[in-house]
């Protein structure tokens, strides 16, 4: 018979380092700024200037008013060839110029 081990979360996350963890967020599509609504009862927020929900693909892909600056920094056509194939320091630096304060 399988038996089930719970971890506590710190024991789980303690090998994890926060840019791995950013990371991972980033993958999952679950960030504070996307997914906070959520937790305070508010409306899913929108891009200012495409009037889309604002999700993690949407910043990192779809936005017309960052795609001067993404194409310098990386070229994917879905999340899957995003973190299949660019560089990940590509997309964090990306992330992080524009985005972190709000993740």
Known sequence: M????????NQMLLGISIKDLFCIRLRI??????HSCLL??????ECVSCHCPLI???FLLDCTDFNDV???SFAASSMKDLFENVNLCDITDFVKTHFYKLL
Do not use: D, N
């Open 40 to 45: 305070s009862g508010h409306h899913q927020p």
């Open 70 to 72: 993404r194409k310098k």
């Open 2 to 9: 399988l038996e089930i081990h719970y971890m506590p979360l």
């Open 56 to 58: 993690v693909k949407h």
């Open 29 to 34: 599509g679950h960030t504070r700024l996307t």
